[in-house]
């Protein structure tokens, strides 16, 4: 089992930046790629950015040259630099990883992700 931990949400105003974190606990080795996710109230969960064990990274198009999404592998941990914030990134932001031999990564979808952690909510004041 993995157990996936994220911290780092908050309220800043827009423009403002914010940090996510998400430690990764338990059988660390059954999972080769993690990304993060956001769900707004009444909204399907959407992908925002993902990353593989090489480090390949794909990002969601509302967020690209906005955030960056990174790991440490010493530490188990997996980062979403968020800058430039706007309102519409309010949301539950979650963390989750998988280990589907056949991922297409750039898709972003839920379904390939098998563990997930409990979420930090971000929110964006105009």
């Known amino acids: 089992q993995v157990q996936l931990v994220e911290s780092g949400g908050g309220s800043v105003q827009a423009g403002g930046s914010l940090r996510l974190s998400c430690a990764a606990f338990?059988?660390?080795?059954?999972?080769?790629?993690m990304g993060w996710f956001r769900q707004a109230p009444g909204k399907e969960r959407e992908g925002v950015a993902a990353?593989?064990?090489?480090?390949?990274?794909t990002y969601a198009d509302s967020v690209k040259g906005r955030f960056t999404i990174s790991q440490d592998n010493a530490k188990n941990t997996l980062y979403l630099q968020m800058n430039s914030l706007k309102p519409e990134d309010t949301a539950m932001y979650y963390c989750?990883?998988?280990?589907?031999?056949?991922?297409?990564?750039?898709?972003?979808?839920?379904?390939?992700?098998?563990?997930w952690g409990q979420g930090t909510q971000v929110t964006i004041s105009s």
């Open positions: 989750a990883a998988g280990s589907r031999p056949t991922v297409v990564l750039g898709l972003l979808r839920p379904s390939d992700f098998a563990y």
């Open positions: 338990g059988h660390t080795y059954s999972y080769y790629y």
């Open positions: 990353i593989g064990s090489d480090d390949s990274t």
